[in-house]
Structures are given as C-alpha cells and as structure tokens.
C-alpha cells in the first residue's frame, strides 16, 4: 500500500482524471463511429461486387476500409492508454516516471495525461 504521491505545483489529480474521462470519452466515441464507417464500407464493398485488384473503385473502398480500421486501431490504443492511466491514478502510481520513478513534471502530465515516463526518459526512448 503506497500513499499517493502529492500532486506537483499546478496540477489537480481531479483535473488530470476529468482530462483523461474527456479523452476517454472522446475516443469511445470515434472508435464507434469509425466502427460503422467500417462496415458501412464493407457493406458497399458487397454490394458493389468489387474486384480489388482489378476495380478501381473496388480499390478506393478498400483503401478507405483499411484507413478506417487503421484509425479505429489508433484510437483503440489511446483507450487502452487512457484506461492505463486511470488504473495508475487509482493504484496511486500515477505522475511517476515508470522508468526512473521520479516525478513527472506537472505541465507534462497535464499537457499529456497519458504519460508514463519523465521527459528525460522519453527522450532516452
Ligand atoms: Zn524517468
């Protein structure tokens, strides 16, 4: 059992987990559109009977699809980093640099709630 680390200069832990639940919401709501777009795509791809490789509008819907499942994906990750944060808030090992320890500083936490290492760290990376 680990106290919380006391929040820096500037930064509310209630302010960090409204930013995250905004950014949490925000991204469920893409990765529900973008599911539709999906197949909304896939379905116009059936009915259009498309040859991919010799239609070329076959061709731009599968492009489409693939960027719209690229996207989803990429939004999928930022809940996954989101929830990740929460779950650090919670446990109380949100705002420590999971590679040194040390306290990530506050403007970045607030700039990017979804942090887990100090600038010094990420720039190592
Ligand atoms: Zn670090």
């Known amino acids: 059992m680990t106290a919380q680390p006391p929040p820096g200069e500037g930064l509310s832990l209630a302010d ?20 539709r777009v999906v197949a909304g795509v896939v379905e116009a791809s059936r009915d259009s009977n498309a040859d991919d490789e010799h239609d070329p509008e076959g061709a731009t819907i599968a492009f489409e699809r693939a960027q719209a499942i690229a996207v989803r994906d990429r939004q999928l990750a930022r809940l996954r980093e989101v929830d990740a944060a929460l779950d650090r808030v919670a446990d109380g090992a949100f705002g420590r640099c999971e590679r040194c320890g040390c306290e990530i500083a506050p403007g970045r936490l ?12 990420a720039a190592l990376r």
């Open 110 to 121: 607030l700039a990017r709630p979804t942090s887990t290492t100090c600038v010094t760290c």
């Open 16 to 35: 960090v987990v409204a930013a995250l639940e905004a950014e949490r919401a925000d991204a469920t709501a893409q990765v529900r559109e973008l599911e």
